[in-house]
């Protein structure tokens, strides 16, 4: 008789799906805060120079 592999457990599909949803809504989270950033310091150097 052959050895027998070891059996892997498998992560159930709504796990998956929902560990998906949330990464997705930390990279649009992370995408507003950095253009929200980005204005910032555009406003920054804007009103720096006396242009706003």
């Given at each position: ?51 706003r």
């Amino acid at each position: 008789m052959p050895p027998s592999r070891p059996t892997r457990e498998r992560t159930p599909t709504l796990t998956v799906g929902i560990a998906s949803m949330l990464r997705q809504e930390n990279i649009i989270m992370n995408n507003i805060i950095w253009l929200i950033g980005a204005i910032v310091v555009v406003l920054a150097i804007l009103s720096f120079l006396g242009l706003r």
